[in-house]
């Protein structure tokens, strides 16, 4: 099974992702993950994308499609993968379909996540990471036990260089104009499930399961 997940910066992917790959045993790819890996080791890749990342636009096509569609390659064990931040304009939509059914496989579920624009600049204003393990906190909904140490560790949390309320204005107005009209993509393929991410991370994940067990027809437990 093979998932897809969409929405605004903030609105839960990779919180949601976490879970959800652990539970259905998905091989969990975060395109912002495999980015700022990239400029973490200071390769020319890293360097390419820095600007758009740091400034909020997206990264163009032709860089990141080369990039995730290559990961995609190597499944692993895993029983498909689940992608977080990829796709996110019709472009790169239409060429991961392509590389699916060039692989004899396709996209399962579309899953996109709905948050308004106040919440979202409260969630990654006060999103804290760990630079060791990536573990993602937030000062007032899921501060770690001791204040800026990732309680897994031990190491000093840091912010995203993205996530200020400047740059996440940026990023919102990129989603709005490229990574949106990817729900009607799906939806017309009637693989669309919208869930309410203003609910608590375990209610939204209890969402999430309920329709990715609704598209695999109960068939896991
Ligand atoms: P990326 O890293 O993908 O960032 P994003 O899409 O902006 O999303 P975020 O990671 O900021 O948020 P999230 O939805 O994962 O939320 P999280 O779970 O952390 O991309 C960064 C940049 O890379 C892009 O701007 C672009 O430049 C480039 N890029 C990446 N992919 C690309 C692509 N395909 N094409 C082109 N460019 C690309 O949660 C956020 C906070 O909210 C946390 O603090 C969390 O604790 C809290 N929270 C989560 N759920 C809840 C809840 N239910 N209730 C309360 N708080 C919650
Ligand atoms: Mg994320």
């Keep these: 099974m093979n ?59 032709e860089i990141i499609v080369e990039v995730i569609l290559a990961q995609l390659k190597d499944p692993g064990d895993a029983a498909g993968f689940l992608l977080d931040g990829f796709p996110r304009t019709k472009g790169q939509a239409e060429s991961l379909d392509k590389a699916m059914e060039a692989a004899g496989c396709q996209i399962d ?14 969630r990654i204003t006060g999103r ?7 573990a993602v906190y937030h000062i007032k909904t899921l501060p770690p036990a001791r204040d800026g140490v990732c309680d897994k560790d031990g190491i000093t949390l840091i912010q995203r260089e993205d996530d200020s309320e400047e740059v996440v204005m940026k990023r919102l107005a990129a989603y709005y104009a490229q990574t ?36 695999l027809g109960n068939a896991v437990s």
């Design 109 to 122: 579920l579309a899953l996109s996540l709905k948050v308004p624009d106040n919440e979202i600049i409260d």
């Design 3 to 61: 998932l897809v997940l969409l929405g605004p910066p903030g609105a839960g992917k990779g919180t949601q992702a976490m879970r959800l790959s652990k539970a259905f045993s998905l091989r969990h790819m975060s395109s912002g993950d495999v980015l700022r890996a990239e400029r973490k080791g200071g390769t020319e890749l890293g360097d390419r994308v820095a600007e758009y990342m740091d400034s909020g636009k997206l990264v163009p096509d």
């Design 128 to 134: 804290r990471i760990c630079p060791g393990c990536d």
């Design 180 to 215: 949106e009209p990817l729900e009607a993509y799906y939806r017309r393929k009637e693989l669309l499930g919208v869930s309410d991410g203003t609910k608590s991370v375990d209610d939204v994940f209890t969402d999430l399961v309920g329709m990715v067990r609704e598209r």
